[in-house]
């Protein structure tokens, strides 16, 4: 930096740090790239870490470009399954539009339920497309447009959240819920799943 450059490549800086230290870094990583004024391409393929510390991201897959934005368009809407899987969206299915009306998208899931999707002018009645949904806006609470009906087959705790891992038909579904929302459940156990139809992203196969 001494040498004032235009541009500075930082290829996986952090990769060998434990991850307490990591996450303390990024933060100075970033505030000293704010000081200087420099532009930084920082090269990660932790999905965490390239959204703490970027002011755009281009995620690449196979040497192609499949997707370039700000973190919050990235994270809300992926473009590809590519991009979905990298930034973390655990549930992404295979389906076919069964219709599409007055705004919505009605889809079956390949091996699993039907679900009701919010059209943005890409789904066609009889097409097989890719859909996302993130697991935190799924929920166990009810309340949401689409209401699913599955079964506990496993419980990941992870401290400020658990992770609960439910079988619906043949699709195995992540539900994100918060340390606040902690309940008891057992694999085995009846529940249903809810979500709104925007929270189902329609996934592209390539960009």
Known sequence: MVLEPEVLLLDEPLGALDPKLRKEMQVEVKDL??????????????????????????????????????????????????????????????????????????????????????????????????VGIRPERLSLSGGGDNLLRGVVEDEIYLGDRTDWRVRVGEALLTVAEGASAARSLRRGDPVDVSFPRAAVLRLAERP
């Open 33 to 130: 790239q704010e000081r200087l004024s420099l532009t930084f391409v920082f090269v990660t393929h932790d999905q965490d870490e390239a959204l703490i510390m970027s002011d755009r991201i281009a995620v690449m897959n196979e040497g192609r470009l499949e997707q370039l934005g700000t973190p919050e368009e990235l994270y809300e809407r992926p473009r590809t399954r590519f991009v979905a899987d990298f930034l973390a969206v655990k549930n992404i299915l295979e389906a076919r539009v069964l219709a599409v009306s007055a705004g919505r998208a009605q889809l079956r899931a390949e091996l699993g339920p039907e679900i009701s999707a919010i059209d943005d002018g890409g789904f066609r009645p009889g097409e097989r497309v890719w």
